[in-house]
């Protein structure tokens, strides 16, 4: 049964996770992860034995997010150079550790993981995922492309551990346990919504660079107040003061904390909501949705008002912006598939 120290362990549920996997011994195991996630090397600790091992690897899809869990015995894998040199999707991998200790080790950078704690790699760059005993691993991949984060705050955060219960850690991991728990939901579907969150929160722990050195620093609780902005879009009533509250610091402060990085608090709210509402209008899989739809399932329920705003910020009202798009979109398809 896996269970986690950082959040109660719920029986049906962790029961529920497990069920439908079937159990491959070392050989199979070890094509079966090269195979589903990137081209890997793994071998067995030097202490245990492909006779008594035991792996199991679940996985799904969603839109352009895979999820999966990984489970087995003590051994080491690996990324290496000559791999990415033949193969580069250009993925960044986000693993939670569940049950035992793993150390994840990438760019000079070393992550000691136990039930809870995470961390983020690039399978562009070589790494070595150390599994120490029997344990098993929750895996979030997706494309680097659908990042809003620097180059360099992506290098500076790969292999660092974060902590599940605490900073922007404390943000992502309930999200993280919900998109477990969907592996084992055939009724679970995708959606566009459930994917930019995915990113934006992922983006927000690299804005941190290192949350090992800084744990409770003011650039940690920005990156914090930022995430639980994203994850609260769809709040109408998100203010100021419930995200203050929620990290335990006054309304003045958080202000200030917004101002240092140029904005205000209401001021970002208004432009994540804004920037999602016209990802979602030049999305053809929602041409289904209302002007008015898409604009109260982010946290704006005025659509006169929205229509406002989003011509101030953008240029072009709403429906013009998603008319044009969805056009040009489409023609350029009709001409690809006639070259």
Same mark, same amino acid.
């Given at each position: ?53 035991? +792996?199991?690897?679940? /996985?799904?899809? !969603?839109? *352009?997010?895979?999820?999966?869990? %990984? &489970?087995?015995?003590?051994? @080491?894998? $690996? ?107 055939? +009724?679970?579907?995708? /959606?566009?919504? !459930?994917? *930019?969150?995915?990113?934006?929160? %992922? &983006?927000?722990?690299?804005? @941190?660079? $290192? ?114 798009? !969805?056009? *040009? ?11």
């Amino acid at each position: 049964m896996l269970q986690t120290s950082h959040r109660p362990a719920d029986d049906a549920d962790i029961a529920t996770v497990g069920r439908g996997r079937s159990e491959l011994a070392f050989g199979p195991w070890r094509e079966a992860i090269s195979a589903e996630f990137v081209p890997l090397e793994a071998a067995l600790r030097s202490s245990a034995s492909a006779l008594g091992f035991v +792996g199991e690897l679940r /996985s799904r899809t !969603l839109g *352009s997010i895979q999820l999966s869990e %990984v &489970s087995g015995g003590a051994v @080491v894998v $690996s990324r290496t150079p000559g791999m990415i040199r033949r193969s580069d999707p250009g993925l960044i991998k986000l693993g939670m550790q569940v049950q035992g200790r793993s150390i994840v080790r990438q760019s000079g950078h070393e992550a000691v993981l136990t039930p809870g704690d995470f961390a983020i790699y690039d399978t562009a760059r070589p790494y070595r995922v150390e599994f120490t005993g029997s344990c098993a691993m929750f895996v979030v991949m997706f494309p680097r492309a659908e990042l809003r984060s620097r180059e360099q705050d992506l290098a500076s955060a790969v292999a660092r551990s974060i902590n599940g219960e605490q900073g922007i850690g404390g943000v992502l991991s309930p999200f993280l346990y919900g998109l477990r728990r969907s592996l084992a939901d055939e +009724g679970f579907r995708d /959606s566009p919504m !459930l994917e *930019s969150a995915v990113f934006d929160l %992922v &983006s927000a722990v690299l804005e @941190v660079g $290192s949350p090992a050195d800084h744990e409770h620093s003011g650039e940690v609780l920005l990156a914090s107040a930022k995430a639980f902005i994203e994850a609260h879009l769809s709040n109408i009533d998100l203010n100021t003061r419930m995200i203050a509250e929620n990290h335990h610091i006054s309304p003045r402060y958080l202000q200030r904390l917004f101002e240092g990085d140029g904005a205000t608090v209401a001021g970002w709210i208004r432009r994540r909501r804004l920037e999602k509402c016209r990802k979602d209008l030049a999305d053809a899989r929602m041409a289904h949705l209302s002007i008015g739809a898409i604009c109260s399932r982010h946290g704006l329920a005025d659509s006169s008002h929205f229509s406002k705003i989003f011509k101030e910020e953008f240029g072009v009202p709403p429906r013009e912006y998603r008319n044009d798009t !969805l056009r *040009s979109e489409a023609a350029a398809i009709e001409i690809k598939v006639r070259t």
